[in-house]
C-alpha cells in the first residue's frame, strides 16, 4: 500500500489503540476524527472524518489506500454510515477495507464458534447491535463482490478490554465498588471471551499486511485473547486489581432487585441526575452475555492474517490499572 491508511474513529477507544500502533510500524496514517477540537491545531496526522457527511468522507479518502473503519455513532445509525463511507470509497479509487465487526453478530449462539463469512441464520439477532453489525457484515460482502480486486478482513473482537475502556473496565469496576455488581452463581459462568485492546490493534495490522497479498474477496476473522475465564473469574480478578474487596455474590432476588431500582435511576440518569450506583447495575443484555457458554474459535486470525493473540489477562489488567502511559 503506498497511500496513507485512513482510521474512522480514531478518537475512539480501539481508533486510538490502532492508530498508535500503526505508526509505531511506520505505516502513513490519517486519524479520522467526527469532530476536529475547537480552538486549537489538531493532532499531526488527524482529519475530520465525519461519517454523516459525505463531502468530509471524500475529503478524508482522497489519496488513501486502505480504510480501517472503527467508527460508528450509535447501532441504528451504524449501516447508513458505512453506506456513506463506502460510497467514499468508491469514489477514491479505495478497494482495502478492515472492518472492525464484533463477536455479536453470532447472536445468542452457544458452543464451540467458527469463523464462517457470513454467520449462520440460524441464530438470530438478539440486539439491536448484533442486528446493526451483521447489516454492516453483509454490505461489505457485497461491495466486495461488486467489483474484481476489492479486498476485505473484516474482524470479529470479542470484549475488548484495556486502559480506556469504559464497558469492560470502568464501567464494571464502578458497579464492583457500589456493589450492584459481583458473582452471579449459574448467571455468571458464561465466558468472556476477553481479548485486550493493544492485541486487537496488532490484528488489524496484520489485516492489513494480508490485504496486499494475493487472494480476493472477504476475510473473516474472530480476535480473542489466550484467556477467556467465566464472567465470575473475571468479576473477581478485576475487583483484586482495583484494590478492592472481595465481591459479595448476587443472588437472584437481590439481583431482581436491584434491576427493579435501576430503571427509574437509569432514566434520571440519562438527564445527567445523580443516581449513584444503581445506574451500574447489569441490563438484561448484559446478564444474557454473562450466561453465555461459547468459545470462539480463532483459526482464521492464525492462518490467513498471521495474528494469534499474546497478551494474558494479568498483564492486560496490570497495564489497565497502572498510573503511567505504558501499555503492553
Not at 492489513?208 to 473475571?234: D, F, H, K, M
Not at 435501576?262 to 441526575?273: D, E, F, N, Q, T
Not at 483459526?299 to 497495564?319: K, P, S
Request: charged residues 20%; aromatic residues 4%; contains cysteine.
Amino acid at each position: 500500500m503506498t497511500g496513507a491508511i485512513l482510521v474512522t474513529g480514531a478518537g475512539g477507544f480501539i481508533g486510538k489503540a490502532v492508530v498508535a500502533r500503526l505508526r509505531e510500524t511506520s505505516l502513513p496514517v490519517r486519524a479520522g476524527l467526527h469532530r476536529l477540537p475547537d480552538g486549537r491545531d489538531p493532532p499531526e496526522g488527524a482529519l475530520r472524518c465525519d461519517l454523516d457527511d459525505p463531502r468530509s468522507l471524500d475529503a478524508a479518502c482522497a489519496g488513501a489506500s486502505a480504510i480501517v473503519h472503527a467508527g460508528g455513532r450509535s447501532a441504528a445509525a451504524m449501516p447508513d454510515q458505512l453506506r456513506n463511507l463506502l460510497a467514499a470509497a468508491e469514489r477514491a479509487g479505495i478497494d482495502r477495507i478492515v472492518q472492525l465487526s464484533s463477536i455479536a453478530v453470532y447472536g445468542p449462539a452457544e458452543g464451540r464458534i467458527g469463523e464462517p463469512d457470513a454467520p449462520p441464520p440460524t441464530a438470530a439477532p438478539d440486539d439491536p447491535y448484533c442486528a446493526a453489525k451483521r447489516a454492516c457484515e453483509a454490505m461489505l460482502r457485497s461491495w466486495a463482490a461488486a467489483r474484481p480486486g476489492r479486498r476485505v478482513a473484516i474482524l470479529r473482537p470479542g470484549i475488548v478490554y484495556g486502559r480506556g475502556s469504559d464497558l469492560w473496565i470502568e464501567r464494571p469496576v464502578a458497579g464492583l465498588r457500589a456493589g450492584v455488581l459481583g458473582p452471579l452463581g449459574l448467571r455468571g459462568e458464561g465466558i468472556a471471551a476477553l481479548v485486550h485492546v493493544s492485541d486487537v490493534a496488532e490484528a488489524v495490522r496484520c489485516a492489513l499486511a494480508a490485504l496486499t497479498g494475493p487472494g480476493q474477496g472477504v476475510i473473516a476473522a474472530n480476535i480473542v485473547g489466550p484467556e477467556t475465564p467465566t464472567w465470575n473469574t473475571y468479576f473477581a480478578t478485576l475487583a483484586s486489581r482495583a484494590g478492592l474487596p472481595t465481591p459479595r455474590p448476587l443472588p437472584p432476588g437481590r439481583l431482581a432487585m436491584l434491576r427493579a431500582l435501576s430503571l427509574p435511576a437509569k432514566a434520571l440518569a440519562r438527564l445527567r441526575l445523580p443516581v449513584g450506583g444503581l445506574r451500574f447495575v447489569p441490563a438484561p443484555g448484559e446478564l444474557r452475555l454473562f450466561a453465555r457458554a461459547a468459545h470462539y474459535d480463532t483459526v482464521r486470525a492464525r492462518t490467513e492474517l498471521g495474528f494469534r493473540a499474546g497478551i494474558r489477562l494479568a498483564e492486560g489488567l496490570d497495564a489497565s490499572f497502572r498510573h503511567d502511559t505504558t501499555h503492553p
